[in-house]
């Protein structure tokens, strides 16, 4: 009973992953929206930034991307940390992610 359980939460484990993988193929095929979408929501945009930027560096996490979507266009879309300390590489919004 414990091994069927553990084999369908590695499967659903398996499928959420291979979700996870191909939703940054299905952002770029959204679009942007408009600049005038952006520009009125650009102080809302800057404090939710600032907002993940603290608490990403709060919870040590090195790097992330930061997208927002409205109405199925992408309003928002940032590289935040970085994803090689070494070598001093930011994430950009075209980063992957293991």
């Not at 084999?7 to 095929?29: D, G, M």
């Amino acid at each position: 009973m414990i091994r069927k359980n553990l084999r369908v939460l590695a499967s659903f484990l398996l499928l959420l992953s291979i979700t996870a993988a191909a939703l940054p193929i299905h952002a770029q095929k959204v679009g942007w929206a408009s600049g005038q979408v952006a520009a009125d929501y650009s102080k809302g945009l800057q404090a939710i930034e600032e907002k993940t930027e603290a608490r990403r560096k709060e919870l040590g996490i090195p790097g992330m991307s930061l997208v927002i979507v409205k109405d199925d266009k992408i309003i928002f879309i940032k590289g935040l940390g970085y994803k090689d300390f070494e070598h001093n590489q930011a994430v950009t919004p075209e980063t992957q992610f293991a």
